[in-house]
């Protein structure tokens, strides 16, 4: 979608490095927390998505995102589902 080649492998390697606007980087920050440490997630961590501009709307769309991407993943992992190739091809042409 971005037609950014180098942002995009730079996302896949560390986001954190990446040159994201204040409002994508507390939002993929919150991302992570979510999906790396769920229980760690508090009001402030809303807040400051708040602080960064985004209504409550976008709030719960990233969390209902988040959510329903692990839970999708955890199922395809718990049942052994392999990715088809077209979702794997291409990875590699992010030189």
Known sequence: MTKD???VAQLE???T???????????LDYVAKLTLAPAEVVRAD?????AAGFSDRAILDI????????????LA?????TLEDYWTAGKEDYS
């Open 77 to 81: 992992d718990g049942l052994g589902v």
């Open 5 to 7: 080649n180098a942002l």
């Open 63 to 74: 969390a209902q995102i988040t959510a329903y991407y692990a839970y999708v993943n955890r």
């Open 46 to 50: 809303v807040e400051t998505l708040r």
């Open 17 to 27: 490095q990446a040159p994201l606007s204040p409002p994508d980087r507390a939002m």
């Open 13 to 15: 390697q560390d986001y």
